[in-house]
């Protein structure tokens, strides 16, 4: 005689917890997820159902839920038996599926479909598209490991530990353990807004944005110099030459790797002496005058220079052109890698890369006495918070430029 009894996954939790379906035949437990989350101080543990509660305004609906796959296992087994078929736990399973629709229930309630059809419609950046997919292909390597659905209703603070583990056992950096769980969090963000789940779990203050600072380096005015006055005239060097003259110009105007190729002539104006173009990222109209070296790069190309130069192109010729220029200067980093923090030393031309150019430009600004608020209008941060992530400058910058304040005179 077959039987079926309701229990949760964690008795005695103090947050949602799961409820399985125990279903015993012949000698065999068929133990099958309802994919239903409760609190256990509503449940009723005799009746094995929701307490009827006005604590818990959903227990009719959660009842009713619950009695459907109930039937629908007795369903699935009878049909078995009438069918002559041993009914294996595997065979319950998939026949309790197709009773339910789960299939088609499964692949709406599918987080990793749901951010493979977001990536595809998507209108968001390339780099943010990047940044998406290596989420995506973190979580899909996850649920391989752990063997586990990952569906809206359980990402949970169980999933949340779990991954943080496997994030950790995989000696991910801190940084990029956060950027996941951010992008996890904006994912389920979306899917609560379209109403494909009520789950909000994600929100827990304990769901967190792991993060640290990174010790990234800018390039004082004197080593700008160096890489302006470097030559780069012979044919070996053209890419170097370009990549050079394109640094320049974000070097003095503060902007993204996405607007740096997009500006053109027509983005000059007041007699070329200014720079005026929507930001791609933020939609922000910002102006900036150009510095010497700028005019004198756009009397060389006869114009604003028109290249197109990956990202990675970039990051590589940016290291040649450091190390030409003579930045040598031995720097210490530190970050944390599997939860352990771990220190290197590199040389400083092996640490520039293409955002390099818009920390150095917030830097140097800075140091030379341009007011927060003016930066920022360039820079296109809202937030002076945000901005003075971008200052880079030692114990001895800050000296050098407190020692002519009026205070100290």
């Known amino acids: ?72 296992a007795f369903d699935s087994y009878r049909m078995l038996i009438n069918d002559n078929i041993v009914p294996t736990t595997d065979r319950m399973r998939k026949e309790l599926n197709r009773k339910l629709q789960k299939g088609e229930l499964a692949k709406q309630n599918n987080l990793i479909h749901f951010i493979d059809e977001m990536i595809k419609t998507s209108v968001k950046r390339p780099t943010t598209i990047f940044n998406y997919k290596q989420t995506l292909n973190q979580l899909i390597k996850f649920k391989a490991q752990y063997k586990r659905e990952l569906t809206f209703d359980n990402i949970d603070l169980e999933f949340y530990e779990d991954y943080m583990k496997y994030c950790l056992n995989k000696n991910y950096s801190t940084n990029s353990i956060g950027t996941y769980i951010k992008n996890i969090k904006l994912f389920m963000n979306e899917a609560f807004d379209k109403k494909l789940t009520t789950n909000l779990e994600f929100k827990s203050r304990r769901f967190k944005i792991v993060s640290e600072d990174s010790e990234n380096i800018y390039l004082t005015q004197a080593e700008l110099s160096k890489i302006y006055k470097l030559d780069l005239s012979k044919p070996k060097d053209k890419t170097l030459d370009r990549v050079r003259d394109v ?42 005058p150009l510095h010497t070296y700028i005019k004198e790069i756009i009397k060389k190309h006869g114009g604003i220079p028109q290249y197109k130069l990956s990202n990675q192109t970039m990051n590589e010729s940016l290291k040649d052109i450091g190390e030409k220029a003579g930045l040598k200067e031995s720097i210490l980093i530190s970050s944390t890698q599997g939860g352990v923090v771990q220190t290197k030393p590199y040389k400083k031309h092996e640490l520039i890369g293409v955002h390099t150019a818009r920390r150095s430009f917030a830097t140097n600004a800075f140091l030379n006495g341009i007011p927060p608020i ?26 050098n430029k407190l020692t002519n304040h009026p205070f100290f005179k």
């Open 374 to 399: 003016s930066i920022m209008k360039i820079t296109g941060h809202r937030t002076e918070r945000s901005f003075l992530k971008y200052i880079k400058i030692t114990q001895q910058d800050n000296a």
């Open 1 to 72: 005689m077959a039987s079926a009894t309701f229990v949760l996954k964690e008795p005695k939790s103090k947050d949602n917890t799961l409820v399985y379906l125990l279903f015993r035949y012949q000698n065999q437990t068929f133990k099958y997820s309802t994919g239903q989350k409760i609190l256990p101080k509503f449940w009723n543990f005799t009746n094995q159902r929701a307490k009827e509660t006005k604590k818990f305004i959903q227990y009719g609906e959660f009842n009713s839920m619950l009695q459907k796959i109930e039937d629908k």
């Open 247 to 288: 640094f320049i110009i974000g070097c003095y105007t503060g902007l993204r790797y996405s607007d740096l190729f997009s500006i053109n002539n027509e983005n000059l104006f007041d007699k070329n002496s200014k720079l005026r173009i929507k930001t791609e990222k933020t939609g922000e109209l910002v102006i900036i």
